[in-house]
């Protein structure tokens, strides 16, 4: 199919014609549901530019940034659903599959959450209860609307042990099947997800099928595991995404891509990585396409986009959900990490809210 698609971008008329007469969406229907992470300005209607391009071409919705923690929940007893109220009515106004993002995360979370007035850590029943009356409030807000969630986001190390967050410290290894029992209990409607990057890679892999195979034992309520997917033009080899498919397919689980782009900018010695503590100093050396991205990396990344796609498209039925982490280029958080002020190009929508050459490729991939 690849093949295919590749001769057909060169006729670019063709191409142009084809893609304007579709739409992501549309082109995969019969596959998966597309979807896109919304950032503040999309949610409240101030980029109706961003807006227009989401209603055309997605039929799902993630919150970028507005549920997560410090967000709908900065203080003790203070709950902020301004914003998330609007990105509900946003999916709900367009018939999207919408998505929450992210009940229990080691980053993002206020420090007051595990403490007490004093200061000094909290006890594992006292952090459990704030934990339920957190799940409770959020996810019971948007019961029956919100479809899926993702209740416990990058638990893992790189080496498949579990990370050493508070979450783990102060409750244990339980505290991940906790969230999924309150999710299940504040909605048993809702789709529920373990989601974290990097669990295409063996070893983390591992652990990821390890911890899902012991929580389906246990009867947790988990449906879905997240693979987040923020790649690079050369890693991680394809064939450890089409195996991690395969993996948690057989757990009895589906599988969503949550947070799909490609990074094209170079990273020096990082490993692919999308650990947010990452900063690295800014040179311009590393910051190469200012003025506009070489035809031949935009082809490069129009391939990559294909190739993922066609592995999604074969795991149709296992793979329900393939979403971008952002709208344009201009959106995506690539442009300030690992470092800041950088020109990114990682998504199908130009910075003039164009597709480009990959979105085309990714249409022509369903071969309809
Ligand atoms: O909104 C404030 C703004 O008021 C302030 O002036 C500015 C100054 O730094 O910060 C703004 O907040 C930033 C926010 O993005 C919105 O742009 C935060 O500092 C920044 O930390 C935050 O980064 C987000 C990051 O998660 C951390 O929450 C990225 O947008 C978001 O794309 C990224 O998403 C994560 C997923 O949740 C989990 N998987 C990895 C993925 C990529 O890192």
């Known amino acids: 199919m690849r093949t295919v698609a590749l001769v057909v971008v060169f006729l670019a008329g063709v191409t142009t014609a084809a893609a304007a007469q579709s739409a992501l969406k549309d082109a995969y229907k019969a596959d998966f549901v597309i979807g896109a992470a919304l950032n503040e300005a999309q949610i409240t209607g101030q980029d109706a530019r961003g807006d227009a391009i989401v209603e055309a071409q997605f039929n799902s919705i993630s919150p970028e940034n507005c549920l997560k923690w410090e967000r709908v929940h900065p203080q003790p007893h203070r709950y902020d659903f301004s914003i998330p109220d609007q990105y509900v009515a946003f999916g709900e106004k367009n018939r999207m599959f919408v998505v929450g993002h992210t009940l229990v995360w080691h980053n993002q979370t206020p420090d007051w959450v595990f403490r007490d007035g004093k200061g000094k850590l909290l006890g594992r029943k006292a952090l459990l209860k704030r934990l339920r009356n957190h799940i409770y409030t959020v996810v019971g807000r948007y019961k029956g609307r919100i ?20 979450w783990l410290k102060i409750i244990g290894e339980s505290y991940i099947a906790k969230a999924f029992r309150y999710a299940h209990e504040a909605d048993p409607t809702a789709e529920l997800t373990y989601n974290d990057y990097n669990i295409e890679n063996e070893v983390k892999r591992a652990g990821a099928v390890a911890l899902i195979k012991k929580l389906k034992a ?3 309520p988990i449906t879905t595991v997240g693979i987040q997917g923020h790649y690079t033009l050369d890693s991680p080899d394809l064939k450890l995404l089409d195996e991690g498919i395969d993996a948690y397919s057989k757990l009895g689980v589906k599988v969503a891509i949550t947070e799909l782009d490609v990074d094209v900018l170079p990273r020096k010695n990082l490993p692919v990585t999308a650990d947010i503590a990452v900063n690295l100093a800014q040179d311009p050396a590393l910051n190469p396409y200012v003025n506009g991205l070489p035809d031949a990396v935009q082809q490069q990344l129009a391939e990559r986009y294909a190739a993922i796609f066609e592995i999604c498209l074969k795991h149709r039925g296992t793979v329900d959900r393939v979403t971008l982490w952002g709208v344009t280029d201009a959106d995506s958080w690539h442009n300030g990490w690992p470092i800041r002020g950088r020109t990114a190009y990682s998504l199908l929508f130009n910075r003039a809210g164009k597709p480009k050459p990959a979105y085309d490729m990714v249409i022509q991939e369903t071969g309809r």
């Open 147 to 166: 479809k899926s969630w993702d209740v416990v986001n990058e638990a893992l190390n790189e080496d498949g042990s579990l990370r050493q967050s508070l």
């Open 218 to 220: 246990e009867g947790v």
